[in-house]
């Protein structure tokens, strides 16, 4: 076996930077964490434009807005008196010029919008 | 002649001494049975340096979730703590996938399929001391202009000067207040993944 030639200088070298390594290493490093954040927003349809009051513009097709990806349906008009209660049912396709006309100046209109699934 | 002999004898000495270091420093081993020399002992000293640690406290990293149902009418807010174990001055960084609460719902004109929110940071030292930064999370998407966006390191990040090392109050808060954009949130579930990272800063 052929002998082997020891520099203690150089072993001790290596070994101080081996050691510096070590020790290093860990500092260095980061942390890491993750969080999520879920939420919902619930479908909904309402009416564009709701508080119009000015008597003098004529009475506009009432529009609706949803927040659904997917199409929707109208399905009708209903014309709510002051105290909540329920005056008449109108089809949506109706004139609201015409339906309106009918009507106590106070009388509001809500539209109640189906979604189309 | 007297003194010649004595500096002669003070020269032999010397080399003496010198010839013997050499053979300490070079010193050559053989295999057993193949020489007289078996085995070198050789003297290592060995020098360290411990930089700060930093890092979360064992069960002091923020976690959990918010999952809040109709957050575009009520809005949201939810503190997650954190321990800190520091022994130096750290940062803490945060950033976001989405940049806000994104949807996977089609949009289109007049429909907004991101949601803003806010991320705060609250972090305190031992000593008292302590610093808060707070920044809508569109400026915490890669390449967001919020001061503590990113990955943490040397020079990015929430500055603390002081260690920490146990419960001081820290958190990172997350809150939005019913929203009230121009466009309108297109129905659906909406997601975001926050990633906070803590380093040591010189």
Redesign the interface.
């Known amino acids: 076996m052929a002998p082997a030639n020891v520099n203690p200088n150089l072993i001790a070298r290596a070994a101080i930077l081996l050691a510096a390594l070590t020790a290093a290493a860990p500092a260095m490093a980061q942390d890491v964490q993750q969080i999520a954040i879920y939420g919902e927003v619930a479908p909904r349809c309402w009416v564009a434009e709701p508080t119009q009051t000015n008597a003098a513009l004529p009475v506009a097709r009432e529009r609706a807005i949803c927040n659904q990806a997917r199409p929707v349906l109208a399905s009708e008009v209903r014309a709510i008196a002051v105290d909540g209660t329920l005056v008449k049912r109108l089809p949506a396709s109706a004139d609201p010029l015409a339906a309106a006309a009918s009507l106590s100046p106070r009388t509001a209109l809500e539209i109640v919008v189906t979604p189309l699934l | 002649m007297g003194f010649l002999r004595v500096l002669f004898l003070l020269a032999l000495a010397v080399i003496s001494v010198i010839a013997s270091q050499h053979a300490h420093?070079?010193?050559?081993?053989?295999?057993v049975g193949?020489?007289a020399v078996n085995s070198?002992e050789?003297?290592?000293?060995?020098?360290?340096?411990?930089?700060?640690?930093?890092?979360?406290a064992t069960g002091g990293?923020?976690?959990?979730?918010?999952?809040?149902?109709?957050?575009?009418q009520s809005g949201?807010i939810k503190d997650?703590a954190i321990i800190l174990n520091c022994t130096g001055a750290s940062r803490i960084a945060v950033s976001s996938a989405n940049g806000g609460?994104a949807?996977s719902?089609?949009?289109?004109a007049g429909?907004q399929t991101k949601?803003p929110?806010n991320v705060a940071l609250y972090v305190a030292a031992d000593n008292g001391t302590n610093a808060t930064a707070t920044c809508a999370a569109a400026a915490l998407a890669a390449g967001g202009s919020c001061s503590f966006a990113g990955?943490?390191?040397a020079a990015t990040g929430l500055r603390l000067a002081g260690a920490s090392t146990k419960a001081n109050g820290s958190y990172?808060r997350?809150s939005a207040p019913a929203y009230t954009g121009t466009d309108?949130?297109?129905?659906?579930?909406?997601?975001?993944?926050?990633?906070?990272?803590?380093?040591?800063s010189p």
């Open positions: 420093a070079q010193v050559t081993a053989y295999a193949q020489g070198v050789v003297g290592v000293e060995v020098r360290a340096s411990v930089l700060g640690r930093c890092g979360f990293a923020p976690s959990g979730t918010i999952d809040q149902a109709g957050f575009d949201f997650f609460m949807t719902e089609a949009g289109g429909y949601a929110y990955t943490a390191n990172l997350v309108t949130l297109v129905a659906g579930r909406y997601s975001d993944t926050l990633t906070i990272t803590v380093s040591v």
